[in-house]
């Protein structure tokens, strides 16, 4: 994964009242910590992040340039908490983790099933395990998610994480015998009632 760039400076003055003057300035409070990168307090340019997290979601491993008086440091760092206003859903605050170069890292990507199921044309239900899986790698190698075929799925068919191929240079941390997806059998009673809904939405 191929990280996007997030400019960002220090931050002198903390605590509500200047995070909600940030905010106003379309401006977002933040904290970056890590080994190299100590704890620092930061300012990040709200409409930056926006981006980042429309393209890449809340997992994005990013370039951080570091604005200083006296120059610019550079550190690699992934989304590691986005806050959130529970009502709005506005951005209030994000953690940026600083990962040390030439480390592996440990994170959770989401799963994406792709295909139909031969199970799913012959009238199955295609039901859905892991949304998620823990994974292990260099941050250059992140994947933005685990790509599944279950296009050869049949009735009864199983894939499970042991079943999964990780891209090069990535191992899967979760459970081997976690469920991530299977074709179950229509029954008879579900089976009139999809046709009755079927019929319904055709006759509109």
Same mark, same amino acid.
Do not use: W
């Given at each position: ?18 995070? /909600?003057?940030?905010? =106003?300035?379309? $401006? %977002?409070?933040?904290? *970056?910590?890590?080994?190299? !990168? @100590? ?44 806050? /959130?206003?529970?009502? =709005?859903?506005? $951005? %209030?605050?994000?953690? *940026?983790?600083?990962?040390? !170069? @030439? ?102």
């Amino acid at each position: 994964m191929e990280a996007s760039v997030l400019t960002v400076q220090p931050r002198e003055n903390t605590g509500k009242g200047p995070a /909600r003057r940030l905010r =106003r300035e379309g $401006l %977002l409070p933040g904290v *970056l910590y890590g080994r190299d !990168a @100590g704890n620092v307090p930061i300012i990040v340019r709200l409409k930056e992040l926006k981006k980042i997290l429309e393209t890449e979601g809340e997992r994005a491993l990013v370039k951080v340039h570091l604005e200083k008086n006296d120059g610019r440091q550079e550190y690699t760092a992934l989304l590691r908490e986005v806050q /959130r206003d529970p009502l =709005r859903g506005n $951005l %209030l605050h994000v953690d *940026l983790f600083q990962v040390p !170069a @030439g480390e592996k890292i440990t994170v959770t990507v989401p799963v994406v099933l792709e295909g139909e199921p031969r199970g799913v044309k012959a009238g199955g239900i295609l039901q859905h395990g892991l949304s998620e899986l823990e994974i292990e790698c260099l941050p250059a190698d992140l994947p933005e998610a685990i790509v599944v075929d279950v296009s050869g799925l049949d009735v009864g068919d199983h894939l499970s994480v042991a079943d999964i191929q990780p891209p090069k240079g990535v191992r899967i941390l979760s459970d081997p015998e976690s469920l991530i997806a299977t074709v179950v059998e229509l029954e008879k009673g579900e089976e009139a009632e999809a046709e009755q809904e079927g019929e319904e939405s055709g006759g509109e």
